[in-house]
């Protein structure tokens, strides 16, 4: 029996010649004609105008904070339920992030208790840098709340789309609500390129500040002549070509996973104690994972021992991002609410969802959930 994992990597006929291609044209290093095309495809899907692509989506994070000013001291507001590179990115600048829980309702950034966090901020005196939002499992968070709340404060807002190329929020693609936006194109997302990030923005002047942090910092002279310090974070043409012919494919990554979670939802949604992630009708996710709820005392099984019985049987599921402020790491640092991102922890449990899991795999997934 095969091993069923949970988001691996889909690939075609149509990523390898474009890999090959790059490959025959010698263009391999951070610089060529594939950057270029991957970054206007995916500013294209972002429906922003302007696009670099990184070597990672933290890399991205660490530039665009960087970018609208953050630094040593500052505060700066991050949802608890999200992967660790949006909170590390934070502490890279020397900032500090401070955490906010979640809104049941999407699993994202709550917009009510970030306005109560900023009012208490700006009464004190001491408004954060900026706030970071997360679109969680490729769902956009509430961002006519989230926005406003930012704009009466002049706070800034970096989205963090790692999760969510494809997404739309009020049929306002995912990546364009801040600043600047970030998406990833690690192994496990809907598209990859192995390692990989994106920064986008509207505003080109930052997308070109980013370029050239992102290269060293070196200027545009004959010799070696740098102004302030830099990072290598750009992306290698070769896999830029891979990235340009996966984000081709995104529509139908995005229709695949979507059928997925369909089919989950239609298999699983009638046994006691299954429940699902919930999707707004605010948006659109692009399904990048399934992710259900499990309440132990009803389907007689805890999240852990469900992901060990799917083990057991070659099969890949794995416990939701576990909070932030849950973290040995960052336990000491504030947090504001936190019973929804528990609860999200203690239940959730995602499930296989890759573009190219065959119906007979998702089977072997649904029984071996059903006969636990
Ligand atoms: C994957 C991910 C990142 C980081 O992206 P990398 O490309 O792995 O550096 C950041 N934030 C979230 C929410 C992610 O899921």
Redesign the pocket.
Known sequence: MNRIFLSPPHMTECDRNALLAAFDSNWIAPVGPDLERFEAAVASVAGVDHAVALS??????HLALQLIGVGPGDEVIVPSL??A??ANAVTYLGATPTFVDSEAASWNLDPDLLAEGLAEAAAAGALPAAVVT?D?YGQCADYDRILAACAEYDVPVIE?A??ALGATYRGRPAGSFGQAG?F???G??ILTTS???MLVAPDESLVQRARHLATQAREPEPHYEHHEIGYNYRLSNLLAALGHAQVSQLAERIARRREIEHIYRSRLGAIDGIGFMPHPDTGTPNHWLTVITVDEQRFGLTPHELIAKLAAADIEARPAWKPMHLQPIFAELPMRGGAVAETVFATGVCLPSGSAMTDADQSRVIEAIEYR
């Open positions: 990672s989506g933290s890399a991205g994070l999200t992967f590179a949006t997360v969680l963090d790692a999760e970030v990833s194109f690690n496990n997302k390692g990989g990030g």
